[in-house]
């Protein structure tokens, strides 16, 4: 066991460690964790002549608690790094937290009001003590998900932790803020926006989740044309009725023509707009617009120059121009509304079951509401990026490195999800109505012609303030004062809005390596900020970035758009997105719903990381979601506990043997048997397999190739076979190649054994060299003899298992062979004793009397049931056995068959149905080959 004391380097440290009779992760992994930590293990050297390999964890939030899918993705991103590490090349995993500015003013304020009875924090504390309070809230918190991270075993370099909100990070979203608004690619202007009333901001596209909901559509009568809506709340301000120019139902009327109606509070004067954007095929193909709350009207009236009016205040309530239902919320206007209408036969009819998705903020839970609203925007189609020597959008640079590959998204299916967003992609808007964040770097100037109209930005003239600006604006201290008009020496204010939280995550890859202290003087440009900083240089851009598929829009996108044009270089070059963890029943797991969630700390505490770890990476393709429940998690428990206790049966063999293993060395010069040449041919080609599928990213199968071989080959097969005949330096070079290929799996309970067989010059596991494949080693002839041994042992195994004949009866087995009797007479005592054998005959016919047999190729094996059963009798209930699930076969098959049935039956009966006719079909066929085994020769 590995002590506090104990230094891993040291020959002539004693005594030797000995492995528990059982191994206890809760006693292990912890005290494991910190020994890798305080020995340096993690940290990266940016000066060495290494390959480097980089991976950015993505950042969870700061206040945050670790779930499954932050486990997963600890989990396999450790598996990356610890691979890269033992490899040889310079692995950097760059840990760090985000500050998740609407989630965690959010947060706080609910506790404040809570705590303090403050209805409404903001007014009353004022922005910077309300700050203040947050940071204070997230300094605390930052501890918890970072020990929590460590629980995971994850290996990243804790010396260059960073968090989204710290100055340098900071300055680089001003950095970038303002190149992207001298370039023209950031613009403020009146335009739609996704706006959360709960939390009184606005949010992205991609932060918006749709449920499906039913309620009316109604019909209403608008003067001579019919028109749909589901939110008749929004039709004050319509005057505006729009069809396609080539909808022949509505020739008669001209782009322009006007005419008067009457509506909901009195007549109106509507226009008609011909526009080519309306479906003729939607309803009537008449629709009026409301341009200032849905994003199609306010396109259409930006084309045409339409007016454009508010109904719905920023507070969710109906403003003045609904006149009686000024004031009140839309839940509650709506029916009031109808009712007016109908009492003015305007309404036509209503669908009470139509079915539409209600738009609703990730974050507030609240019904989002398209507003119009002066905003900060990223322009994505202005071609003024250069790249590969062109002039090109934001929009077509994130279309060529995933097109020309420079990006490499895996699963590659989701190549065609990418394009299909970003072929969509709008103008981002990036400025929100909170507190908590980067704020916005902008400053007005109320006392000169700056007014309301121009801005004046961190430059120029301001340049010489950008130091302490910056530094202040992150601790959250007043900056109005700091700065002075360019143009009138009068006082400027600080545009009162933060970024998008992604605009500053967006820019991780890169942001994390700027050097710190470089980062704190305000004149190194942006340029020499990027060409001094040695971790920058060594290790941008990133080698894999790995997450879920859920945020390759949110995050992984955003990334590829501000890394190409703030440092002219791809984020990543490979994308591996994993898929979500859920319920044994598929559910997906939600804190609403508790008995779905699955606490990865409460298992790790149970179970421990490395089975965890196991059960959510073995069985998940990339891009693909994954089972998780508690058994599985149990079952890899088991795998870990047949690794520790095969450990410690190789170390008693030492001791009985009087030898250290320690000092064991291994070379060819070492005798070996059929199965140690085997077992060796074996590790060969695992070590093969694993190097390659790590190489392309195939962790699942991976985890499988090696589960398989430590289980089946290494502890049920060689080990029993070694019990006849050890071979020391075997047992242990193949059990310190096995500890180095699961590392990266199992890194706790390899580490823990490695401890005890490790060569006296060797340090700790995680920095031990990867094995390399040897061709020397490879003896396809011996591992093929093995495996005939073990078919030979598992048939007999088979034929007395399903001939129900008992493990105290002794059989006699004859193996009919023309072209192995060599073998199987060298090999007669392992076949004997590992498949309970009491008399073995080797012939080349086939024998006479009762007997079962089993035809192996190049062997045919048959065991004698003389005396031991009945054979007539088990044929018979074999028979009878048939005869019944074929009955049961055929009904389900007729069932299936029936057309009414397929059709009436619900989803999950057929699929019942079809289970039950597959595990009939399987078991009818063993019990063929059970009735095909009995021969009988007179």
């Given at each position: 066991?590995?002590?506090?004391?104990?230094?891993?380097?040291?020959?002539?440290?004693?005594?030797?460690?000995?492995?528990?009779k059982?191994?206890?992760?809760?006693?292990?992994?912890?005290?494991?964790?910190?020994?890798?930590?305080?020995?340096?293990?993690?940290?990266?050297?940016?000066n060495?002549?290494?390959?480097?390999?980089?991976?950015?964890?993505p950042?969870?939030?700061?206040t945050?608690?670790?779930h499954?899918?932050h486990?997963?993705?600890?989990?396999?991103?450790?598996?990356?790094?610890?691979?890269?590490?033992?490899?040889?090349k310079?692995?950097?995993?760059?840990p760090?937290?985000?500050?998740?500015?609407?989630?965690?003013?959010?947060?706080?304020?609910?506790?404040?009001?809570?705590?303090?009875?403050?209805?409404d924090p903001?007014?009353?504390?004022?922005?910077?003590?309300?700050?203040?309070?947050?940071?204070?809230?997230?300094?605390?918190?930052?501890?918890t998900?970072?020990?929590?991270?460590?629980?995971?075993?994850s290996?990243?370099?804790?010396?260059?932790?960073?968090?989204?909100?710290?100055?340098?990070?900071?300055?680089m979203?001003?950095?970038?803020?303002?190149?992207?608004?001298?370039?023209?690619?950031?613009?403020?202007?009146?335009?739609?926006?996704?706006?959360?009333?709960?939390?009184?901001?606005?949010?992205?596209?991609?932060?918006?989740?749709?449920?499906?909901?039913?309620?009316?559509?109604?019909?209403?009568?608008?003067?001579?044309?019919?028109?749909?809506?589901?939110?008749?709340?929004?039709?004050?301000?319509?005057?505006?009725?729009?069809?396609?120019p080539?909808?022949?139902?509505?020739?008669?009327y001209?782009?322009?023509?006007?005419?008067?109606?009457?509506?909901?509070n009195?007549?109106v004067?509507?226009?008609?707009?011909?526009?080519?954007?309306?479906?003729?095929?939607?309803?009537t193909?008449v629709?009026?617009?409301?341009?200032?709350?849905?994003?199609?009207?306010?396109?259409?009236?930006?084309?045409?120059?339409?007016?454009k009016?508010?109904?719905?205040?920023f507070?969710?309530?109906?403003?003045?121009?609904?006149?009686?239902?000024?004031?009140?919320?839309?839940?509650?206007?709506?029916?009031?509304?109808?009712?007016?209408?109908?009492?003015?036969?305007?309404?036509?009819?209503?669908?009470?079951?139509?079915?539409?998705?209600?738009?609703?903020?990730?974050?507030?839970k609240?019904?989002?509401?398209?507003?119009?609203?002066?905003?900060?925007?990223?322009?994505?189609?202005?071609?003024?990026?250069?790249?590969?020597?062109?002039?090109?959008?934001?929009?077509?640079?994130?279309?060529?490195?995933?097109?020309?590959?420079?990006?490499?998204?895996?699963?590659e299916?989701?190549e065609?999800t990418?394009?299909?967003w970003?072929?969509?992609?709008?103008?981002w808007?990036?400025?929100r109505?909170?507190?908590?964040?980067?704020?916005?770097?902008?400053y007005?100037?109320?006392?000169c012609?700056?007014?309301?109209?121009?801005?004046?930005?961190?430059?120029?003239?301001?340049?010489?303030?950008?130091?302490?600006?910056?530094?202040?604006?992150?601790?959250?201290?007043?900056?109005?004062?700091?700065?002075?008009?360019?143009?009138?020496?009068?006082?400027?204010?600080?545009?009162?809005?933060?970024?998008?939280?992604?605009?500053?995550?967006?820019?991780?890859?890169?942001?994390?390596?700027?050097?710190?202290k470089?980062?704190?003087?305000?004149?190194?440009?942006?340029?020499?900020?990027?060409?001094?900083?040695?971790?920058f240089?060594?290790?941008?851009?990133?080698?894999v970035m790995?997450?879920?598929?859920?945020?390759?829009?949110f995050?992984?996108?955003?990334?590829?758009?501000?890394?190409?044009?703030a440092?002219?270089?791809?984020?990543?070059?490979?994308?591996?997105?994993?898929?979500?963890?859920?319920?044994?029943?598929?559910?997906?797991?939600?804190?609403?719903?508790?008995e779905?969630?699955?606490?990865p700390?409460?298992?790790i505490?149970?179970?421990?990381?490395?089975?965890?770890?196991?059960?959510?990476?073995?069985?998940?393709?990339?891009?693909?979601?994954?089972?998780?429940?508690?058994e599985?998690?149990?079952?890899?428990?088991?795998?870990?506990?047949?690794?520790?206790?095969?450990?410690?049966?190789?170390?008693?063999?030492?001791?009985?043997?009087?030898i250290?293993?320690k000092?064991?060395?291994f070379?060819?010069?070492?005798?070996?048997?059929?199965?140690?040449?085997?077992?060796?041919?074996?590790?060969?080609?695992?070590?093969?397999?694993?190097?390659?599928?790590?190489?392309?990213?195939?962790?699942?199968?991976?985890?499988?190739?090696?589960?398989?071989?430590?289980?089946?080959y290494?502890?049920?097969?060689?080990l029993?076979?070694?019990?006849?005949?050890?071979?020391?330096?075997?047992?242990?070079?193949?059990?310190?190649?096995?500890?180095?290929?699961?590392?990266?799996y199992?890194?706790?309970?390899?580490?823990?054994?490695?401890?005890?067989?490790?060569?006296?010059?060797?340090g700790?596991?995680?920095k031990?060299?990867?094995?390399?494949?040897?061709e020397?080693?490879?003896?396809?002839?011996?591992?093929?003899?093995?495996?005939?041994?073990?078919?030979?042992?598992?048939?007999?195994?088979?034929l007395?298992q399903?001939?129900?004949?008992?493990?105290?009866?002794?059989?006699?087995?004859?193996?009919v062979?023309?072209?192995?009797?060599?073998?199987?007479?060298?090999?007669?005592?392992?076949?004997?004793?590992?498949?309970?054998?009491?008399?073995i005959?080797?012939?080349?016919?086939?024998?006479?009397?009762?007997?079962?047999?089993?035809?192996?190729?190049?062997?045919?094996?048959?065991?004698?049931?003389?005396?031991?059963?009945?054979?007539?009798?088990?044929?018979?209930?074999?028979?009878k056995?048939?005869?019944?699930?074929?009955?049961?076969?055929a009904?389900?098959?007729?069932?299936?068959?029936?057309?009414?049935?397929?059709?009436?039956?619900?989803?999950?009966?057929?699929?019942?149905?079809?289970?039950?006719?597959a595990?009939?079909?399987?078991k009818?066929?063993?019990?063929?080959?059970?009735?095909?085994?009995?021969?009988?020769?007179s």
């Open positions: 066991m590995l002590r506090k004391d104990h230094n891993p380097a040291d020959p002539d440290d004693s005594p030797r460690p000995q492995l528990a059982a191994y206890i992760p809760a006693d292990t992994e912890d005290r494991i964790y910190k020994l890798w930590e305080d020995s340096g293990a993690f940290t990266a050297d940016a060495s002549t290494k390959e480097p390999f980089t991976v950015s964890m950042p969870p939030n700061a945050g608690q670790l499954l899918g486990a997963v993705m600890l989990a396999l991103e450790d598996i990356f790094i610890r691979t890269a590490r033992m490899q040889g310079e692995a950097l995993w760059i760090g937290t985000d500050h998740a500015a609407i989630a965690t003013e959010s947060v706080v304020i609910k506790q404040i009001q809570k705590e303090e009875r403050i209805p903001r007014a009353s504390l004022g922005r910077e003590e309300l700050l203040k309070r947050i940071a204070h809230f997230v300094e605390k918190s930052r501890g998900i970072r020990s929590q991270v460590r629980k995971m075993g290996s990243c370099d804790w010396s260059r932790e960073r968090y989204t909100l710290e100055p340098t990070l900071n300055r979203v001003n950095e970038v803020f303002v190149k992207m608004y001298a370039d023209g690619l950031i613009y403020r202007g009146h335009r739609i926006v996704n706006w959360d009333p709960k939390l009184q901001t606005t949010v992205s596209d991609d932060e918006i989740e749709y449920k499906e909901e039913k309620a009316p559509f109604y019909m209403f009568q608008y003067g001579p044309f019919q028109i749909g809506t589901s939110r008749p709340e929004t039709k004050f301000g319509d005057k505006y009725v729009v069809m396609h080539d909808d022949e139902r509505y020739a008669g001209k782009h322009g023509d006007t005419f008067e109606t009457e509506w909901i009195g007549p004067t509507a226009t008609v707009i011909k526009d080519k954007s309306v479906d003729p095929e939607f309803g193909g629709m009026t617009i409301t341009p200032w709350h849905d994003a199609t009207d306010f396109a259409i009236a930006e084309h045409h120059d339409l007016d009016e508010q109904v719905i205040g507070d969710g309530k109906l403003l003045p121009i609904a006149g009686e239902f000024a004031g009140l919320r839309i839940e509650d206007a709506r029916p009031k509304i109808v009712e007016k209408l109908k009492e003015k036969g305007l309404l036509v009819k209503a669908d009470e079951e139509y079915v539409h998705n209600l738009a609703l903020s990730q974050r507030g609240g019904p989002i509401e398209p507003q119009i609203k002066e905003q900060w925007f990223i322009d994505v189609n202005k071609r003024v990026v250069k790249w590969n020597r062109k002039e090109m959008s934001l929009k077509e640079i994130m279309q060529e490195v995933v097109q020309t590959k420079l990006i490499k998204i895996i699963p299916r989701f065609s990418y394009f299909h970003i072929d969509n992609l709008r103008d808007c990036i400025s109505q909170i507190w908590w964040g980067h704020r916005i770097p902008v007005y100037c109320s006392a012609q700056f007014a309301q109209t121009e801005m004046s930005l961190e430059s120029g003239v301001l340049n010489h303030e950008n130091s302490k600006l910056k530094t202040q604006n992150s601790e959250f201290t007043s900056v109005q004062s700091l700065i002075q008009c360019p143009n009138c020496g009068g006082q400027v204010t600080q545009d009162p809005d933060t970024l998008d939280t992604w605009f500053s995550s967006a820019l991780w890859t890169w942001s994390t390596l700027i050097d710190q470089l980062a704190e003087d305000p004149s190194v440009t942006f340029e020499d900020l990027l060409r001094q900083s040695p971790d240089q060594k290790f941008h851009p990133t080698t790995e997450t879920g598929y859920d945020i390759l829009f995050w992984v996108a955003r990334m590829i758009l501000m890394t190409t044009y440092v002219g270089q791809i984020p990543f070059e490979t994308v591996y997105l994993h898929g979500m963890v859920r319920t044994r029943e598929g559910k997906k797991m939600s804190k609403s719903d508790p779905t969630m699955i606490d700390l409460d298992i505490s149970r179970y421990g990381a490395d089975a965890l770890r196991l059960s959510m990476i073995v069985g998940q393709s990339p891009g693909a979601d994954t089972k998780l429940y508690e599985k998690i149990a079952g890899y428990r088991n795998f870990i506990n047949k690794l520790w206790n095969a450990s410690r049966f190789v170390l008693m063999q030492c001791e009985q043997a009087g250290d293993p000092t064991i060395e070379g060819h010069h070492v005798e070996l048997s059929l199965a140690d040449k085997a077992l060796l041919s074996a590790l060969q080609d695992l070590i093969l397999d694993v190097t390659r599928g790590l190489e392309g990213y195939r962790l699942s199968d991976v985890g499988e190739r090696l589960y398989s071989f430590v289980w089946d290494f502890c049920d097969w060689y029993e076979v070694s019990k006849g005949e050890v071979n020391h330096a075997v047992l242990i070079h193949s059990l310190r190649t096995i500890l180095k290929v699961l590392h990266p199992c890194p706790f309970v390899t580490e823990e054994i490695w401890d005890s067989i490790k060569p006296t010059d060797a700790f596991l995680i031990e060299q990867w094995p390399i494949y040897d020397e080693i490879v003896d396809r002839e011996s591992y093929q003899q093995l495996q005939i041994i073990i078919d030979i042992i598992t048939a007999i195994r088979k007395r399903e001939h129900n004949v008992p493990l105290d009866k002794d059989l006699t087995v004859t193996l062979t023309a072209e192995h009797t060599e073998l199987l007479q060298a090999q007669m005592g392992h076949i004997k004793r590992m498949a309970r054998v009491a008399e005959f080797i012939q080349e016919s086939r024998p006479e009397g009762e007997i079962v047999s089993a035809f192996l190729t190049g062997v045919e094996v048959h065991l004698s049931l003389e005396g031991l059963i009945d054979p007539e009798k088990e044929k018979a209930s074999l028979l056995e048939k005869e019944n699930l074929e009955k049961f076969k009904g389900i098959e007729a069932k299936l068959g029936n057309a009414q049935f397929m059709e009436r039956a619900p989803e999950k009966l057929v699929v019942e149905q079809k289970q039950k006719l595990e009939a079909v399987e009818l066929e063993k019990i063929k080959e059970r009735l095909n085994g009995f021969i009988t020769h």
